[in-house]
């Protein structure tokens, strides 16, 4: 079975520009969250969608948005980037949510703000 | 490859030792709990994970442990291998009855397998 996708690997942006991160989970899975990880803040919750409703935000300007699709693939957009948004995106998914259904993580979009 | 913490706490073994990893968790309302294993330019890989009515829960060459007394975990590696090498992270979550999957990591372990 083909782990999560995410696409693209690498992006460099300029600072005030907006992006836009794809992630295709493992098939069946209904649960997909995003994550940011950087060398000082560690990993940090970004939002979680089911059945393409956002059940839970973290806390993160306004700029980071996602959206989930009826096929279970979800994309999250950062508007007005600025240079601290350089970070690796991390996209899980799972079977759902609860016990027993761990998160499983895809290799990230690698985003550089110049 | 990225690297992933620059200044991470270090763990070094000799290839076939055991290796212990802790973790302190921060919220006592916490109930599920999981490892995950990174390796440089990967995403975090899933390892073993427990629920707060379980002390200890066992998987291949991995036993985590887990003492809500002082909120404390630990992921036992048995023979270590140099394939062992990468970040662990512990993360936490807050079940609330099964309603999210939000995890709380904490800031990672580079374990480093000397051959």
């Known amino acids: 079975k083909a782990g999560v996708t995410q696409t693209p690997r690498y992006l460099i942006k300029t600072r005030g520009q907006q992006v836009t991160l794809s992630c295709s989970p493992i098939s069946g899975h209904r649960s997909v969250s995003w994550y940011q990880q950087t060398p000082g803040q560690g990993l940090q919750f970004l939002f979680e969608?089911?059945?393409?409703?956002?059940?839970n935000k973290g806390n993160f300007p306004g700029r980071f948005s996602g959206r989930q699709f009826s096929n279970s693939r979800s994309e999250m957009n950062v508007s007005t980037l600025e240079l601290g948004d350089s970070a690796l995106y991390l996209c899980?998914?799972?079977?759902?949510?609860?016990?027993?259904?761990?998160?499983?993580f895809g290799n990230g979009t690698r985003l550089t703000v110049t | 490859g990225e690297s992933v913490g620059l200044h991470l706490p270090t763990l070094s073994v000799q290839e076939g030792d055991n290796s212990i990893i802790n973790c302190a968790y921060s919220?006592?309302?916490?109930?599920?709990f999981i490892w995950y294993k990174q390796e440089s330019g990967k995403g975090p890989q899933f390892i073993i994970d427990?629920?707060?009515?379980?002390d200890k829960r066992q998987g291949q060459r991995v036993t985590v442990l887990l003492n809500k007394t002082v909120k404390h975990l630990s992921l036992q590696i048995a023979a270590t291998q140099p394939g062992d090498s990468a970040v662990y992270f512990c993360a936490e979550n807050q079940m609330d009855g099964g309603a999210t999957n939000k995890l709380i990591f904490g800031t990672g372990t580079l374990l480093a397998v000397q051959p």
């Open positions: 899980a998914s799972s079977l759902a949510t609860g016990y027993n259904s761990p998160l499983h």
């Open positions: 919220n006592s309302a916490s109930d599920y």
């Open positions: 427990i629920r707060s009515n379980m």
């Open positions: 969608y089911f059945s393409e409703t956002q059940r």
